[in-house]
RNA sequence: GGGCUUGUAGCUCAGGUGGUUAGAGCGCUACACUGAUAAUGUAGAGGUCCCUGGUUCGAGUCCAGGCAGGCCCA
């Protein structure tokens, strides 16, 4: 018999198993690649998985994906090597054992040391190592698993120590601050983790504030003048805020740029001085009533004052707003400070968080007390009020105990908020957003005041309310490159496009500079130190250098002896890091940054480390730079596409990829995500068993284009299974059981004349040739779904 | 709240640039074959193209506004 004939039911597993077999036996992925030495290379890289927890149906899909063009390139003689690797540090595997551990990140360092903690990560981040390696082979995943690269290892590391040295001496890594969640109370900053904490968030009763920010008439507010109908009107802008303490550090306002606004003539209701003031039409109605539409105006100042009288005056847009400036309502000539960039503030910005739910529609803006505030000055070029303190260092107007600054005028001192606990049961007694309403009532710059009840979160150990604060953190000047991120982003090929255009690029549009640091243990370390006055400061690019700064500290009596004197390996991660000691220039000991960086870089580092380049293999790097293709779940968006991407363009002025697949999820049957909770998660361990490999990767190829959620029914996978899979295996036994009958074989020396072959026989080759084209076609634009359609019809 | 995305037959999905009776597979119904038979062939039924407006001689397709699901970010 030429031809094996199958007996029905045909075994898939069991088919996946023998192909398996057969390659392991054979190396038959390993010599794919050996094989095509010194052909033209596709360059794909691996994005790390991070080993930390089972994987899932959805990474089957993610790495069908990769296989499919991976393998394709293969076929079309190209060498693909494909590196492996694992993704070890960070947040979910320092949560995970703090769990299994019953203990909080406050007891790091306390009830176990940071040696111990450190260790225990590194040995959970890996527990699931061999089910994914498993995985990956009955998948038929070809992927390097033998010379992976792992994040945690010290050459890794010092790959990524090289990279921010690079960064460094382009002037792209600074230190600056951002606006956290920070408990004065308990002196720390608070994780999103922490905040999450239930009874967090509880039910206040503030002093609120409608200040008015008088607007300066010049070329910019002169519509607003002309609407006022007098050159010299006094014209406020309201803002509201729930935290009056912050309006002396405002140094702006934002409008929403379609928001519609007006301009309403009526009168102070304190001072009773006529004003005009803008709000957004939406919220007019708040403030001022139909009766008041229709009172006089005249005679407002002599009445019993409870019928606010008012006109309007005219209507205009956010964008109409832009760029009109205010004077400063807590003024230097009242006693408070100058600052840095003061010549740069109080001015109209857009914002797209601004809203017309409550409020005025238009935001105070206090860079230093508020994420949204920060990164909106940020974006518009406005300073943030910062004052210097003893040591000249700048600060906010409020210090770590949550005081004012003595610069503040009258106000100095004073408590933001009750945290040290002093009695407030004097009847005289005011509290600082108290006071400052006061203030704002008597000198005519509050519109309204009134005491608010809303939810604020406090601190889960202290019960204080939390302010948000700017903590220190190192930064990468990602907005120094922005304008060459958006243009080279441009020439990615994504599959989807929308998410390249849309998502990412709207991402790269409103970039912030990138905040590196990590308060945490597990991850790669700063490796930047700095002496206690912060005059001087160095960053370490290599093992070699580090240990040659090692030698000049103890040659100084900085450190006692060098630990990586006698060649013993090195460990770069805390605690051991942070127990080095180096000597500046000028002979004072620096001291390590304790911060970890992001663990979004380790990822981004990819291309450079896995080959510990820049240390060494220049000349595998440079072929292997960029890469033609990679793929991951859209998820990634702002994760490892564009850590990749930054690093690329800062680093090599290049795209990191050039074509790239975002999938989508895999979801239940029903439509709802997988999670174990609601029991509707698929084992992709079980499902390959029970459908052989086949069946579940064409399932989950062939049903939706990889970037559309995919909601798996394991009935779907049976008719892939019967319908294709069915089809082909019934085609073939057909064949072989005639074939076989009629003794049929084929003479590859001695073919038929293409001129002599029946019409059916050039149909069905020509048929053949335009399924071929129709593949390639659809391959070459990273379409693996609509590759297989062809074959599926006759 | 913002960005992106999806909504077409019972199910899973196709439907460049607007143009006759909106398609495929599965499922369903009927018939045929009974030496490919837990198959195969032939035929058929089945749709308010999410909703509302608009543009147009004409809209599943273009525009605006909603509704519902999903992801990411606040």
Request: proline letters at 6%.
């Amino acid at each position: 018999m030429k031809y094996p004939e199958y007996k029905q039911p045909l075994d898939y597993a069991k088919v996946g198993e023998d192909v398996l077999a057969w390659w392991q036996q054979n190396h038959i992925f390993e010599k794919s690649v050996s094989s095509r030495e010194g052909q033209p290379t596709f360059v794909f890289y691996e994005g790390p998985p991070s080993a930390n927890g089972a994987p899932g149906i959805h990474h089957v899909m993610a790495r069908a994906v990769k296989d499919i063009f991976c393998r394709y390139q293969t076929m079309l003689g190209k060498q693909v090597p494909r590196k492996g690797g694992w993704d070890t540090h960070g947040l979910p595997i320092e949560l995970q054992v703090e769990k299994e551990l019953g203990i909080t990140k406050e007891d790091i360092g306390h009830k176990i040391s940071i040696e111990d903690y450190n260790q225990r990560c590194k040995e959970t981040v890996m527990r699931f190592k061999a089910q994914w390696d498993d995985l990956t082979q009955k998948m038929g995943y070809w992927v390097d698993l033998d010379d992976p690269y792992v994040t945690f290892e010290p050459e890794y590391i010092e790959s990524c120590w090289a990279l921010l040295k690079k960064l460094y001496d382009k002037g792209l890594l600074y230190k600056g601050y951002t606006i956290q969640p920070y408990s004065p109370a308990a002196g720390t900053g608070l994780s999103s983790h922490e905040l999450n904490q239930p009874g967090t968030y509880k039910d206040v009763k503030d002093t609120t504030a409608v200040a008015q920010f008088k607007v300066k008439h010049d070329e910019k507010s002169e519509k607003l003048f002309a609407a006022a109908g007098a050159p010299n009107a006094n014209v406020f802008i309201l803002a509201w805020t729930t935290t009056p303490w912050t309006l002396p550090a405002n140094t702006g306002l934002a409008v929403g740029k379609n928001i519609p606004y007006q301009l309403i003539r009526t009168f102070n209701p304190y001072t009773f001085e006529p004003i005009h003031v803008v709000l957004a039409k939406a919220l007019v109605g708040r403030y001022f009533s139909e009766k008041g539409a229709a009172a006089l105006l005249e005679g407002y100042a002599e009445s019993d004052h409870k019928l606010l009288p008012w006109r309007l005056e005219g209507e205009f847009t956010g964008a109409d707003l832009v760029g009109i400036n205010y004077e400063r309502l807590f003024d230097t000539e009242a006693g408070f400070p100058h600052f840095e960039g003061e010549e740069n503030a109080f001015r109209v910005i857009p914002a797209d968080f601004v809203t017309t739910e409550d409020g005025t529609g238009i935001v105070h803006i206090s860079p230093t007390f508020g994420a949204d505030d920060f990164r909106a000055a940020q974006l518009a070029g406005i300073p943030a009020l910062m004052v210097p303190d003893d040591q000249g260092k700048l600060g906010p107007i409020v210090d770590r105990t949550g005081r004012y600054v003595a610069q503040m005028g009258e106000f100095g001192g004073r408590w933001v908020k009750n945290y040290d606990g002093h009695d407030q049961s004097g009847a005289d007694y005011k509290t600082l957003d108290e006071s400052i309403a006061i203030r704002m009532r008597t000198n005519g710059t509050a519109f309204k005041t009134e005491k608010y009840e809303h939810t604020y979160p406090h601190c889960w150990r202290t019960d204080k309310p939390v302010l948000y604060y700017p903590l220190d953190s190192w930064f990468i000047k990602t907005t120094a490159v922005k304008d060459r991120l958006i243009e080279l982003n441009k020439t990615i090929n994504w599959k989807p496009e929308s998410t390249g255009s849309g998502r990412f690029g709207n991402w790269l549009e409103n970039l912030v500079d990138w905040n590196l640091s990590r308060s945490r243990y597990w991850g790669t370390p700063l490796p930047i130190w700095r002496t206690q006055d912060r005059t001087e400061e160095i960053c370490i690019g290599s093992i070699a250098e580090l240990k040659a700064e090692i030698d000049k500290a103890v040659a100084a009596e900085v450190m006692t002896h060098n630990p990586y004197a006698n060649g013993e390996k090195i460990d770069l991660h805390r605690p051991y890091v942070d127990d080095i000691f180096l000597v500046s220039p000028s002979g004072q000991p620096m001291y390590r940054e304790p911060d970890l960086i992001d663990v979004w870089f380790d990822s981004g580092a990819v291309p450079y480390a896995q080959w510990h380049y820049p240390i060494e293999n220049a000349d595998i790097f440079h072929k292997n730079f960029p890469a033609d293709f990679i793929a991951e779940g859209v998820d990634q968006t702002r994760g490892w596409f564009f850590t990749l991407h930054a690093l690329a363009v800062m680093l090599e002025d290049s795209v990191a990829f050039k074509n790239v697949i975002a999938n989508g999820l895999v979801l239940a049957k029903d439509g709802q995500k997988m999670s174990k909770r609601l029991g509707n998660a698929v084992d992709p361990f079980a499902t390959i068993k029970q459908f052989g490999p086949d069946a579940t990767r064409w399932y989950l190829i062939a049903n939706a284009p990889p970037w559309d959620n995919l909601k798996f029914d394991p009935a779907g996978v049976v008719e892939v299974q019967r319908r294709f899979f069915g089809t082909l295996f019934n085609t073939y036994s057909f064949y072989a059981l005639y074939a076989n009958l009629d003794g049929f074989e084929i003479d590859e020396n001695n073919r038929v004349a293409h001129a002599e072959l029946s019409e059916l026989d050039r149909w069905v080759l020509s048929k053949l040739q335009s399924l071929v084209a129709e593949v390639r076609l659809q391959l070459d634009s990273y379409d693996p779904t609509k590759a297989p359609g062809p074959s599926r019809i006759s």
